[in-house]
């Protein structure tokens, strides 16, 4: 009887490490990766709270669709090229990530950046055709550091309550109606107030006790309206910087003018008491913000009553593309997957939630020209104001020209000489003729030549 019971114990024993290892082997097995090997790509990203978000869902998304890829997502809000320069110098790169167009430029010729014109050559669904233009970043001839990740493009913003107040027109949204510069700077004038009620055009004008500003802009984008006076901060031949031309001068000079010749524009120095650019809007500080796209997401929040006009013109309708690139590390293991994953980064509906919400723009020119993919985004209330379409998508399309630093090496030591200098024009000390022709030969000393457009 006694050998029975051990028997049975035993057996019991035996049976039951059995089920336990086949329970074991059973939770280990991997997810259904559909034939392939298990494959893991670092992501990284900067960004507020909410774009974190949404990037943590684009990976997850992913992952659904690609059971073998996992993303793992960093993300990196503060110090991001540093902490990206480090984990470079520790071989520990993310795969794929977003970077500052000038770094793009660098690190691709350094040779860190995945050369992406070999996915593009023999990609059937990502062409450089399927793009809009100004997307794809080269470093040299057939050599492509990174393709937009979104696009970022400016335009007029304004606060509707302020022209109904004032019986002001309200700026055009289509080019060929844009605007010229001396309607833009009466309509400006027109809704600059002093604390007494008077406004710019008034012989009783108070220009140091300004209540509400007619305009702001951010002095960094001193080159805004460079453009659209159909000239280039480089020169034609692309072998020198062209501060010294009579048409780019004339561009910045008028930015200045806004603020010291006729005062319906903060200087830098007041502008630290006015609020964001939505808040402004919203508490009627200020009426018109020359600004970029992103500015929708704060305005819908803010819930003011907000419109967009087209950027008012000199010579011909143009609006300066800002939007930086995504890229692949030269060092990823698994190139061919980490293609996979930036494909599903630069198709809109990925990351839908923030395009409908006015921060991003997309790449792929179907969602400019399809109207159901249109509606997705480029229509969505509160982060799209009536006009949008026609002043920054249509704009974006068609009359879109990149910012001088996607096509201009030693682009940071160069803006390092050009930006300070400006500063003695934006408090009126220098016209922008003096502040150039004073630094022209130390800039064009570190002029080291030009990337290629395509």
């Not at 990203?45 to 997850?60: D, H, L």
């Not at 500003?213 to 020198?240: C, E, Q």
């Not at 050009?418 to 009126?428: C, E, K, R, S």
Request: some cysteine; charged content about 25%.
């Amino acid at each position: 009887m006694l050998k029975r019971k051990l028997w049975i114990v035993c057996m019991c024993l035996i049976v039951g490490l059995m089920s336990a290892c086949s329970s074991n082997e059973s939770s280990s097995k991997p997810v259904d990766l559909q034939g392939h090997e298990q494959v893991t790509l670092t992501y990284a990203s900067w960004g507020s709270t909410n774009e974190k978000k949404v990037q943590q869902e684009i990976a997850k998304k992913f992952t659904e669709k690609y059971p073998w890829i996992k993303i793992n997502y960093m993300h990196i809000p503060g110090d991001y090229v540093t902490k990206l320069t480090t984990m470079f110098a520790a071989n520990q790169a993310p795969d794929v990530f977003p970077i500052y167009k000038a770094q793009a430029l660098q690190w691709a010729e350094q040779g860190k950046l995945y050369n992406l014109n070999e996915f593009l050559k023999e990609d059937k669904e990502l062409t450089k055709e399927s793009l809009i233009p100004n997307s794809v970043i080269y470093w040299d001839k057939d050599k492509v550091a990174g393709i937009k990740v979104t696009e970022e493009a400016f335009a007029l913003y304004y606060n509707k309550d302020l022209f109904d107040e004032a019986g002001v027109a309200l700026p055009p949204v289509k080019a060929e109606e844009a605007w010229t510069w001396e309607q833009f700077l009466e309509t400006a004038q027109k809704l600059t107030i002093d604390k007494a009620g008077n406004n710019a055009f008034s012989p009783n004008f108070d220009a140091s006790n300004i209540k509400q500003y007619g305009v702001r802009f951010d002095t960094w984008m001193w080159h805004l309206l460079v453009p659209s006076n159909n000239a280039s901060v480089i020169s034609d031949k692309g072998d020198s910087l062209n501060l010294e031309s009579p048409d780019v001068i004339e561009a910045v000079q008028k930015m200045a003018d806004l603020i010291n010749v006729y005062h319906v524009a903060p200087s830098p120095t007041q502008s630290k008491n006015i609020p964001s650019p939505a808040v402004a809007l919203q508490s009627k500080r200020v009426a018109m913000d020359l600004d970029g796209q992103w500015v929708q997401l704060d305005l819908g929040e803010s819930k003011v009553n907000f419109g967009v006009g087209v950027l008012p013109k000199l010579k011909s309708s143009k609006t300066i593309l800002f939007g930086e690139p995504e890229v692949i590390s030269a060092k990823t293991k698994h190139p061919k997957e980490a293609w996979m994953f930036y494909k599903f980064l630069l198709d809109a509906e990925s990351g839908l939630d923030m395009h409908s919400s006015g921060l991003w723009m997309p790449v792929m020119k179907k969602w400019y020209t399809e109207p159901d993919l249109i509606s997705k985004w480029a229509d969505v209330r509160p982060g799209h104001a009536d006009g949008y379409r026609d002043a920054v998508m249509n704009q974006t399309l068609h009359n879109g020209v990149n910012s001088y630093d996607y096509y201009l090496k030693n682009s940071e030591k160069i803006n390092a000489i050009i930006n300070p200098a400006l500063d003695q024009v934006w408090l009126g000390k220098k016209t922008v003729e003096q502040a150039f022709k004073e630094v022209s030969v130390k800039a064009n000393a570190e002029f080291k030549g030009t990337y290629p457009k395509e």
